[in-house]
């Protein structure tokens, strides 16, 4: 079974641009799960899809936005690009949304490196 | 407020020694989940375990355990025999009521042959 796929894996974008991620769950995997991974603020989440319709979002400006489309495929966006928004994005995907009771575990992508300059 | 602590930001081993890596958390609810993820130097994270806060018993799977005591809010993971290839840096994250995963902010394990 393929893994998770992002793309591209990596992409320079100057400041003020906006830049489109892509993910790839694995297949049968519903839910898809985005971070941001920078050496100051470490990981954190950004928000989560499931059925094409967003299920949790974490403490991001409104320059973040997803989408997910009916074949569970998901796209963020980031507009305005600042030079703080450089770091590591990645996807993770789950069968079930994982922001929910129960365990369930989510598989992860390589990411995609952002840098803005 | 939910938070993760690694205290450790790297620890570096000669190969064969045996390795512990702290994990102390803090949430107000009873019912939580922890996990400890592996991320090498490709970048993806590797789910290594995930322990509820009604399972308190150790876990040992090959090489690699985990001490969850609820008592000090802690959940310690241990690499018996460590070799090169465990070389990563090493997340603890925790999810709670929020349902969202708190992320430590890793340990680098160095495994020096």
């Known amino acids: 079974k393929a893994g998770v796929t992002q793309t591209p894996r990596y992409l320079i974008k100057t400041r003020g641009q906006q830049v489109t991620l892509s993910c790839s769950p694995i297949?049968?995997?519903?839910?898809v799960s985005w971070y941001q991974q920078t050496p100051g603020q470490g990981l954190q989440f950004l928000f989560e899809?499931?059925?094409?319709?967003?299920?949790n979002k974490g403490n991001f400006p409104g320059r973040f936005s997803g989408r997910q489309f009916s074949n569970s495929r998901s796209e963020m966006n980031v507009s305005t690009l600042e030079l703080g928004d450089s770091a590591l994005y990645l996807c993770?995907?789950?069968?079930?949304?994982?922001?929910?009771?129960?365990?369930?575990?989510?598989?992860f992508g390589p990411g995609t490196r952002l840098t803005v300059t | 407020a939910q938070k993760v602590t690694q205290a450790q930001t790297e620890i570096s081993v000669v190969e064969k020694e045996d390795v512990t890596l702290d994990c102390v958390y803090e949430?107000?609810?009873?019912?939580?989940?922890l996990f400890w993820y592996k991320q090498p130097p490709s970048g993806e994270l590797v789910f290594l375990i995930r322990?509820?806060?009604?399972d308190e018993q150790n876990e040992i799977s090959g090489r690699y355990s985990w001490n969850f005591q609820k008592s000090t809010s802690s959940f310690n993971f241990t690499i018996t025999a460590s070799q090169v290839v465990d070389s990563a840096v090493y997340f603890c994250?925790?999810?709670?009521?929020?349902?969202?995963?708190?992320w430590g902010a890793g340990t680098k394990l160095i495994i020096k042959p």
């Open positions: 993770a995907s789950s069968v079930e949304p994982f922001s929910g009771q129960g365990q369930r575990e989510q598989y």
């Open positions: 297949s049968g995997h519903r839910s």
């Open positions: 899809y499931f059925s094409e319709t967003q299920r």
């Open positions: 949430t107000r609810d009873t019912t939580y989940y």
């Open positions: 322990r509820n806060s009604f």
């Open positions: 994250a925790l999810k709670d009521s929020n349902y969202q995963l708190i």
